[in-house]
């Protein structure tokens, strides 16, 4: 099987992601303060996902990813779920990302000068399933089997469900990651992005610098690209630039607007750097990033920008 962003790139020099999810959901009047977070909409109110993925399919994005973040079998089982459902909801995340890709598909202007989009399906860190913000810190306290019996279940699922590519996100911590590629291996065929969160330009949220991550995960083929999501969009510059001299593999950049998650208040704080964010966004590209969205607190308007940038360097 083709690496599906290889496949992408060979007709285009620049994949859009999605903006954030949960952001959008509570426009739409979901209550997301709970340990699911976004995760409890697949059960409650799974058209509203949907709807979200169909408005950044229109706004040009490239990639759906799915609503799977802190959607693991831990999480929903401690909620009361039960094995059978809370398989089923992670399975039903690719599915409500595919029909909305496909419904959005088959309108034929909606073709025009443009890839079919892909759907990534999300594993968030293991600190997600903890709903304190750890994958903000790292440093769990877990084992890497730990680490691989908490991501396998939910990868296994993922790719039942047909997602194209799977998107281990907001990830902290360089064991996890080496715990997620070990669980990859037993998935032959399959394909993931790593995209770390950083505390600054040149560190991972553990302390580890990104350029040792990047050259670490180099030589692995199932790897499609390395780089960072929900990071401040002030770091990301800095941080292509330590990932750039360690691997070959495309560079992903979505980080949020700029503003700090308060995991204690459930809440943002800080200032939002948004209206920088496609001056930001083509800076990005020239430093060599290819895939380029945007995480919590950024848009549809956001990504409606930079598609109609990113299609003009075709």
């Known amino acids: 099987m083709m690496n599906p962003l290889e496949k992408m790139l060979e007709s285009q020099p620049v994949i859009i992601l999605d903006g954030a999810l949960a952001t959008e959901l509570e426009k739409q009047g979901c209550d997301l303060n709970d340990d699911l977070w976004s995760a409890k909409v697949l059960a409650q109110e799974p058209e509203k996902i949907k709807q979200v993925h169909r408005n950044y399919f229109n706004a040009g994005a490239d990639c759906a990813i799915t609503a799977s973040y802190q959607a693991s079998m831990e999480g929903f089982l401690k909620k009361g779920y039960s094995l059978s459902e809370a398989s089923n909801l992670i399975r039903k995340s690719v599915v409500l990302a595919a029909e909305a890709r496909d419904e959005f598909w088959s309108g034929k202007d909606n073709r025009l000068d443009r890839s079919k989009p892909i ?6 860190p293991y600190g997600a399933y903890l709903a304190d913000g750890s994958e903000y810190k790292g440093n769990y306290g877990v084992s890497k089997e730990e680490l691989k019996n908490f991501h396998r279940p939910r990868v296994e699922l993922l790719v039942e469900a047909g997602a194209d590519i799977l998107a281990l996100e907001t990830v902290p911590s360089l064991l996890e990651v080496q715990a997620f590629v070990e669980v990859l291996h037993e998935f032959p065929g399959k394909y993931a992005w790593i995209s770390f969160s950083a505390k600054d330009g040149k560190h991972i949220n553990e302390g580890t610098g990104i350029g040792e991550c990047a050259a670490w995960l180099d030589s692995f083929e199932q790897v499609a690209a390395v780089g960072v999501n929900c990071t401040p969009l002030q770091y990301v510059s800095s941080l292509i630039k330590e990932i750039k001299p360690h691997t070959d593999k495309p560079v992903i950049v979505y980080p949020n607007s700029g503003e700090i998650y ?21 800076i990005w590209y020239e430093q060599g990033a290819q895939l380029i969205g945007g995480c919590c607190r950024t848009g549809p308007e956001e990504i409606k920008d930079l598609a109609a940038w990113g299609r003009k360097k075709e």
């Open 262 to 282: 308060n995991a204690a208040e459930n809440k943002w704080e800080g200032a939002s750097l948004q209206e920088n964010f496609n001056s930001q966004a083509k």
């Open 119 to 124: 759907i990534a399906g999300s594993a968030g």
